[in-house]
């Protein structure tokens, strides 16, 4: 630069800065959403999330977000021994109440997506499974373990098909994910699990549709946890969440709207 | 200094256990058909896969430590490959190998004898035997190499053909490290998780052993399953009291 | 009886040769360590196959390379107590002793019923119970030999019987070994490095030294004559090798011994004991028709006696009195001159 273009310069951005830090000047210029924060979501939540990570990533290049995968159950379970969470989505709104209840989440938290569950078989449906009724006698089936939120639901949908599988034809597991995994890698001939893990495992498995009067509604709820180490880019990703780019982006994964 | 650390790295989490142990209700928890289920399961798999260890292990032993052939030390490798894979890993390996649905021999396996190793009881032994018998292997490898070859010369020249030389003096002198190395195959197999869960399934009453039952049962029941761990954690004392004359005891 | 041995086998860095038959005698193999005795010993009982020749007893072959013959060990008529004796450690002395009786399918309690008769016999009927750390070293020698002997094989081979005991102890037990091996029947044989075990146990000695048989007769003839620098320092004899012509031997180093007997032509051994040798400072003018200038190289008081060794054209050892080695002042460094007469001197044919 010219000797005499500096003084200028310099001028413009002191000047600039001062406008910046001047209380009430925040209006002007909103500073951008910065540090790290970590995410604890169910499994299910998994490819949804990433991709949403990734989109609040760019938005906000001096955020970073990690992400802790696993049933919903287990999350709160290390949430409440300590674990360094910032904010919390849950597979239903009965595992996020014991967070309310045991002080770690403050605020009310917001259902941001709900859920249904679906049949996955192996690819081409080789037992030729049509209803939930038809998961009775093809051998073993894989559900989530009893007391875990995709376990629950499932329950919950045997119970409304009407239909009982003995104990001994079910191998649980503790979440979703690896649920899902016993039919496409192993050898349960039918999972119950959520839509958006069957659609997840693309053509590893082929799905059957639960009619809605069996099915359940499984409503995800998100909130920031009350000893976030950054509460304000724990707030940012909450509200990117519910924000409509959010939303896009669970609805291309199968999740439906709260 | 370093031995008090080294101790207290132990005995801390066992500690907490104790500490978190619901002990008015212990025995509710460890009375619940799912508990007793899992504990029985425990206990028949268990030996069953030692038995299985020791039967086949013991040859593998013996041609790992007498034998002269090339390649003694690919297939010593390949017998401690379980020790170190990751057990689920291992799970998913023997899921590839005899899973009905995409193994390597299961589908043939099935249609042949109508054999479904996966979600049974006979996978769980499967999958504890593959991640116990390396331990067998190494011990009884290790005991037989130290035996005097000059017993066995004796004997010979006192008469004893081969099989009543192996049977009357070097099973005597193996008995020590035979006794370690089952001791250390049925704890190993008794805790074992990852493979069992993935090869076998977690279903109550057939596949779900004691680990399986604890990993479940933790997030929802914390305290029954504290209960469910104690059990183990009192029988691997017991067995390590046990062993330790033959670990550490000179042979008389 | 008789025990055929002619064979080569290669046992390490060792070529072993031999040809020997025993007969129902007790033969002991004497010889310097890595000489191969213990390789000979497992030749014979089947631990180790030979390369060419046979082993055979009574006409029974037991190992012909060339016939496609070897009999394994368990199926020889041998028995054998090694140099560690290695009893069974988790068994009790009767039940050592039962093991080639039980091995052969003998019910367990006619097999302890003769096991302790050995016992009994050896000595050892209040032992029976006992393990074989709780034995000395002399008893659990008895022990091995009863249950070598106690299934009656025809050959019977010791490896180093004594070498485990204390020095205390060895006369009283080689005594006592000699009168078992003495009533025992069949081919002995006794692998030995020391040659007073080899006089008093055995009524044959074989030496065997790298491998070949060098000598073997009565240990008396042995000791008298012997054939090779291994035997002669076992017994403290000067052994040479040389030439007789007409009243002398020349050496191969070029020395001179003169001796009496003028008829010995030929390839021969002569051998001078210590003894006979007289040191002199200054050279002597006596009856001795022998003089070796020499300088001494080592002297080795042993009580009142003193061996000096000389080197010189006639390397020798002479064997004097702390007396006269002090009043000659003998030291290494020092010139003498040894004497010693014609008569004193012994020759044989090589």
């Known amino acids: 630069m010219t000797r005499n273009v500096r003084p200028i310069v310099a001028a413009l951005l002191g000047a600039g800065m001062l406008a910046a830090t001047w209380p009430g000047a925040t209006a002007v210029a909103a500073p951008t959403p910065r540090g790290s924060v970590t995410v604890s979501a169910a499994a299910s939540l998994t490819e949804a999330f990433t991709r949403l990570g990734e989109a609040f990533e760019r938005k906000n290049p001096d955020a970073t977000v990690t992400f802790n995968f696993g049933s919903s159950s287990a999350l709160v379970g290390q949430i409440q021994g300590g674990a360094p969470a910032d904010v919390f989505a849950s597979a239903d709104l009965a595992t996020m109440d014991k967070l309310v ?54 329950t919950s949908v045997l119970e409304r098909a009407d239909v009982t599988v003995p104990e001994s034809s079910i191998t649980r597991s503790v979440d979703a994910k690896a649920t899902l995994g016993a039919v496409s890698q192993g050898d349960a001939n039918a999972a119950i699990v959520y839509i958006t893990d069957v659609k997840a495992a693309g053509t590893t498995v082929t799905a059957v549709t639960i009619p809605d009067d069996q099915n359940v509604n499984a409503v995800y709820p998100i909130a920031p946890i009350a000893t976030a180490s950054n509460p304000k880019l724990a707030k940012s990703f909450v509200a990117y969440v519910l924000s409509p780019a959010g939303q896009r982006t669970l609805a291309k994964y199968g999740f439906l709207a709260p | 200094m370093l031995a008090a650390i080294a101790a207290l790295l132990f005995a801390l989490p066992l500690l907490g256990l104790l500490q978190r142990a619901g002990w008015s209700s212990l025995w509710e928890d460890l009375s619940t058909p799912a508990a007793r289920d899992a504990l029985r399961l425990s206990l028949e798999c268990s030996l069953w896969s030692t038995a299985l260890s020791v039967v086949l292990g013991v040859p593998l032993a013996w041609v790992l430590a007498r034998g002269e052939f090339p390649g003694r030390a690919l297939l010593r490798a390949l017998v401690l490959l379980p020790m170190v894979l990751p057990p689920v890993v291992g799970g998913v390996a023997l899921l590839y190998a005899f899973g009905r649905s995409n193994g390597l021999v299961g589908p043939w396996l099935y249609d042949t004898f109508g054999l479904q190793l996966t979600f049974s009881k006979t996978g769980v032994v499967l999958a504890e035997t593959f991640v116990a018998m390396p331990f067998l292997v190494l011990t009884v490898e290790g005991g037989l190499r130290a035996i005097d070859g000059r017993y066995e010369d004796a004997a010979s020249t006192l008469g004893a053909g081969r099989w009543t030389t192996f049977r009357r003096v070097t099973l005597r002198f193996l008995a020590p490290s035979l006794a370690a190395g089952a001791a ?28 399986l039952a604890v990993y479940l049962l933790l997030e929802t029941q914390p305290t029954a399953a504290v209960a469910l761990s104690l059990v183990l954690l009192a029988v691997s004392v017991v067995v390590l009291v046990a062993l330790r004359d033959r670990w550490f005891g000179i042979r008389r | 009886m008789s025990l055929d041995l002619a064979f080569t086998a290669h046992v390490g860095a060792l070529d072993l040769r031999v040809d020997v038959t025993v007969g129902d005698e007790i ?41 496609g013959i070897f009999v394994a060990a368990a199926d020889r008529p041998i028995g054998m107590v090694f140099q560690e004796y290695l009893l069974f450690p988790f068994l009790t002395a009767r039940d050592n002793v039962a093991f080639p009786l039980r091995s052969r399918g003998i019910n367990r309690r006619d097999a302890r019923g003769q096991a302790d008769e050995w016992l009994a016999r050896v000595g050892l009927a ?81 030496i065997l030294e790298a491998g070949r048989i060098v000598q073997q007769g009565p240990m008396q003839d042995i000791a008298l004559h012997p054939r090779s620098s291994y035997v002669a320092d076992l017994v403290g004899l000067n052994l040479y090798r040389g030439t007789a012509d007409d009243g002398a031997v020349r050496l191969e180093g070029g020395g001179i011994i003169v001796v009496a007997d003028h008829d010995g032509r030929g390839d021969v051994y002569v051998s001078v004991h210590p003894r006979a040798v007289a040191l002199h400072l200054d050279e002597p003018h006596g009856s001795a028709r022998n003089h070796w200038p020499g300088t001494v190289v080592e002297v080795d008081e042993l009580g009142d006696r003193v061996r000096v060794r000389i080197e010189g054209a006639v390397p020798i050892v002479a064997e004097v009195t702390r007396d006269a080695a002090h009043e000659l002042a003998l030291a290494p460094g020092h010139t003498v001159v040894a004497s010693v007469k014609a008569t004193e001197v012994t020759v044989y044919p090589a």
Not at chain 1, 126 to 152: E, F, M, N, R, Y
Not at chain 2, 186 to 196: D, H, N, P, Q, V
Not at chain 3, 39 to 63: C, E, F, P, Q, Y
């Open chain 3, 126 to 206: 209040d032992q029976a119970d006992a393990k074989p750390h709780e034995l000395s070293g002399g008893q659990a020698q008895r022990v091995a030999l009863a249950r070598a002997i106690v299934a009656d094989p025809r050959v019977l081979l010791l490896d180093e019987p004594l070498a485990a005991l204390d020095a205390q102890a060895r006369a009283d037990i080689r005594r006592d070994l000699r009168r078992h091996l003495a009533g025992a029947a069949g081919a002995r044989l006794v692998v030995t490095h020391d040659a007073v075990d080899a006089s008093v146990l055995a009524d044959r000695v074989v």
């Open chain 3, 27 to 67: 033969v002991a193999i004497l010889g310097p360590n890595g000489a191969g005795k213990t390789s000979l010993l497992r030749a014979i009982a089947g631990l180790g196959a030979i390369d060419t020749g046979r082993i055979a007893v009574d006409g029974t072959v037991l190992d012909d390379p060339a016939a």
């Open chain 2, 184 to 211: 250390l195959a049925w704890a190993r197999a008794l805790g074992e998780f990852g493979a069992t869960i993935t090869f076998a399934g977690n279903i109550a009453g057939r596949t779900q052993t004691t680990p």
């Open chain 1, 101 to 154: 209840s045991g002080g770690q989440v403050v605020t009310t938290p917001t259902p941001f997506a709900r859920n249904q569950m679906q049949i996955a078989v192996k690819p081409g449906n080789p037992k030729h499974v049509k209803s939930v009724s038809d998961l009775t006698d093809i051998g073993t089936i894989a559900l989530c373990g009893a007391a875990v939120p995709c376990g629950i639901y499932a």
